[in-house]
């Protein structure tokens, strides 16, 4: 299973290859493809901050705002 740092690492390295205005659906599509393969909201979460649009499709994937602050025993839904 991929932790927080590999998913930063893919999403980098292919990142730079993607025409600007589909980078957002790539990352969208990119964190749902994680998810159906049994990546956890806590790893996802936890690779917040690595880059701005990642960070984007991860806050809509989760269905956080930017602003929320969620503390580590709450329960996610899957």
């Known amino acids: 299973m991929l932790d927080e740092r590999q998913i930063s690492e893919v999403w980098s390295l292919f990142k730079e290859y993607l025409d600007k205005k589909n980078t957002e659906v790539a990352a969208e599509r990119f964190i749902d493809l994680l ?7 806590e790893t996802l979460k936890d690779s917040l901050g690595t880059d701005s649009v990642l960070d984007s499709a991860i806050y809509y994937y989760l ?6 602050v969620y503390e580590d025993d709450e329960e996610w839904d899957e």
């Open 35 to 41: 998810a159906d393969y049994g990546v956890s909201d």
């Open 63 to 68: 269905d956080m705002d930017e602003g929320d």
